[in-house]
């Protein structure tokens, strides 16, 4: 967006804000979704492709068993969509287009074979049930390319996990055009809360991503069946899917987050090396930046490991060396290699542990390269 928070102008032609490194960016984000969300507004102005443009990360993708592009989703409350957009037109990946359900045969009868057409109870679309819907069809990381209808409804509705922000240095000044949300909200019906993840540089613009907490709370102490508890294990759990699929290994991701459930560092299985461990990764560039992890809690999207074939030290007993209080995964580790004894271990040396089962169908998705089955 530009510096007094627009997302376009008012001209007939796009207005480019961004960058080559900033397209990087958002291509790497890509790659790491299972499906795009844009309004039929945002198709109809801009005619998005909704590629990856890299053929690296493309080929990555295929490598691990996915999709060379993510699945595109739309939603339409007026219909008026062209089956020759590239939405429809570009990349084999399957196209979602939700409407309400008294509007579904038109648009099955405009759109034909260009996109699955899905018609929602009620006369408008209702986000919570698009999201269920598209969770029910296997599409665990959304990402939203906006536009300002979208952006507005998911955050004031309290469904973003992340927002990510590249400013530009240009003014826009145009009262009516486009901007990242609607300005006639009242104050006191949106006030999502956010907390820095991260910031830095990005090409000539200035790049942000905010975590958002919704009302505040303290993701530490929320009940453990709350979707908000395990936040940060599903991130590990994508963070997992950066790790280059190999025979020889789990692709697991770590999170290590501080109190008030502020992130302090990452990692994933073979991020700096041969026979590195994602809880390894994160515990070393926690010592490589004098960061105190003392009493903080890993998320690990596998239990931790307690012995290696290749005579390292186990993931376990950094962990309790680190002075970490708890740990919470997804997955226990399957006797694919070794006989894990993480759980038992940590809990002995009185680190409380977490497991959230219902979390680990993900995390064995991400290690179907393995052949194992899980208990």
């Known amino acids: 967006m530009s510096l007094d928070g627009f997302i376009d102008d008012q001209s007939r032609e796009r207005l480019m804000l961004s960058g080559p490194e900033d397209w990087s960016a958002i291509d790497a984000l890509r790659a790491e979704a299972d499906a795009i969300l844009v309004g039929a507004g945002t198709i109809r102005a801009d005619n998005p492709k909704l590629l990856i443009r890299d053929p690296r990360l493309v080929e990555t993708r295929i490598e691990s068993g996915r999709t060379p592009h993510p699945a595109k989703v739309t939603l339409t409350r007026g219909g008026d969509l062209d089956p020759a957009a590239n939405f429809f037109q570009l990349g084999q990946q399957e196209k979602i287009v939700y409407c309400a359900g008294s509007r579904a045969e038109t648009q099955r009868a405009l759109l034909g074979t260009a996109a699955t057409v899905v018609g929602l109870d009620g006369e408008r679309v209702e986000l919570s049930v698009l999201l269920e819907d598209l969770a029910g069809r296997g599409i665990e990381r959304l990402l939203v390319e ?15 996990d992340e927002l990510r922000i590249a400013i530009a240095p240009q003014i826009v000044a145009e009262s009516e055009a486009p901007r990242l949300i609607h300005t006639d909200r009242s104050r006191a019906s949106f006030q999502p809360t956010t ?14 991503a905010l975590s958002t907490t919704g009302d505040g709370m303290n993701l530490e102490s929320m009940p453990s069946s709350s979707a908000r508890r395990s936040r940060w294990l599903e991130q590990a759990i994508e963070l997992s899917r950066r790790c280059p699929p190999r025979d020889s290994s789990f692709a697991v991701g770590a999170i290590i987050v501080g109190d008030g459930g502020r992130p302090l560092v990452d990692g994933y299985s073979l991020e700096t090396g041969d026979s590195v461990h994602a809880e390894e990764v994160a515990l070393a560039k926690a010592e490589q930046l004098a960061i105190d992890v003392t009493g903080a809690t890993l998320y690990s999207s596998l239990e931790p490991c307690s012995v290696r074939l290749s005579g390292k ?9 680190a002075g970490i ?29 977490v497991e959230i089962p219902d979390l680990a169908t993900r995390v064995a998705r991400v290690n179907q390269h393995l052949p194992f089955e899980r208990g």
């Open 146 to 160: 906006g536009g300002t209808s979208l952006n507005t409804q998911l955050l004031g509705l309290d469904l973003v």
């Open 195 to 208: 907390s820095l993840v991260r910031g830095g540089a990005i090409g000539g613009m200035r790049g942000a």
């Open 313 to 321: 030290r186990s993931c376990t007993s950094r962990i309790i060396a």
């Open 325 to 353: 209080r708890k740990v919470v995964f997804a997955m226990r580790e399957p006797p694919t290699f070794v006989t894990c004894e993480g759980l038992a271990q940590l809990r002995a040396a009185g680190i409380e542990v």
